[in-house]
């Protein structure tokens, strides 16, 4: 109790943060980990309880978009930080923590998630989705970067909103961004751990919040998916991904709400934006004869 009354903007008090729980799931025999916070909204239940056991290769819990991403929520808890002046009872900020697993319904034939540079095309097609996309008006990749692991490739990025053309700006302007740390799951799967921003998180106190999980992600690979980790590391032996990048320089839509009540979709494109990246195959493979 201490702790929080005595919290500051700066330094907010956080419950659990020292203490988180430890999460694990299978899915489809492969083991993710990491340590989270308990859900302490009190408003507000926990949206998805974390699941043990999840099945890739079924339909089942997958929701579909337009026939470029299916996703299926695995976690999702908020985590609401507390600080003066907004008293002991009234959050300044909420850092959402979402566990996603998305199939990859746009990949091209002969592409494998499993190839980094391949997995880099998929990574920029999602970010697009929340930019020019999806007319979220957000930018980046920001602060791209590459965890350290032994197997597959994690990247941590944030998105942030695009602020061209704003000329009075809030503190929400530049609290409300996420973060996301992404890994191939399978050949048309990945695993996206979500950190969204809510209210006024302080940037520097969301980011720590954000590493310390990070820092505990684990995920143990089926024998199979490194059966053919290794395959795919044979088949494109000089495939990488790059360990960094550059916000891009999508142009945003202009758009506006739609009347449904008239049969209008919810979104009206009145300019379009930058389109989705396309994606490239260039067969590097030690298979050509």
């Known amino acids: ?106 990949l091209p034939e002969g592409m494998t998630c499993l190839n980094p540079e391949h997995f880099e095309q998929v990574v920029m097609r999602f970010i697009h989705r929340l930019g020019p996309g999806g007319c979220k ?37 530049f609290t ?17 751990i979500m950190f969204l921003n809510l209210g006024s998180p302080p940037v520097e106190f969301s980011r720590r919040v954000r590493d310390q999980i990070c820092r505990s992600l684990k995920l143990t690979l089926s024998a199979d998916l490194t059966r053919r980790i290794a395959e795919a ?12 990048r550059e916000p891009e320089q999508w142009i945003q839509p202009k758009w506006r709400n739609g009347r449904t009540s008239e049969g209008e979709p919810h979104i009206v494109i009145l300019e379009a934006g930058s389109p989705a990246p396309e994606f490239k195959f260039e067969d590097k493979s030690n298979t050509r004869k």
């Not at 409300?176 to 996206?192: F, H, K």
């Open 176 to 192: 409300r961004y996420s973060s996301y740390a992404v890994t191939p799951l399978d050949d048309r799967y990945i695993l996206r």
């Open 137 to 173: 008006g957000r930018i980046g990749p920001r602060a791209w970067r590459l965890l350290p692991t032994d197997h597959l490739p994690w990247v941590v990025y944030e998105m942030h909103r695009d602020l061209t053309g704003v000329t009075e700006f809030t503190s929400h302007d």
């Open 233 to 244: 590391k044979n088949k494109w032996p000089d495939a990488k991904i790059s360990e960094y």
């Open 1 to 106: 109790m201490l702790n929080r009354l005595f919290a500051s903007r700066k330094r907010p008090f956080l419950a659990g943060l020292n203490k988180p729980q430890h999460i694990e799931m299978d899915i489809s025999g492969s083991k993710l980990e990491l340590d989270v916070p308990a859900h302490n909204d009190a408003s507000l239940p926990e949206q998805q309880a974390p699941l043990s056991h999840f099945n890739l290769y079924t339909t089942e819990g997958f929701d579909p978009d337009d026939g470029t991403f299916s996703t299926a929520l695995l976690m999702g808890r908020d985590l609401d930080l507390y600080a003066a002046p907004f008293g002991l009872s009234s959050s300044m900020g909420t850092i959402s923590v979402k566990v996603a697993i998305d199939r990859v319904d746009c």
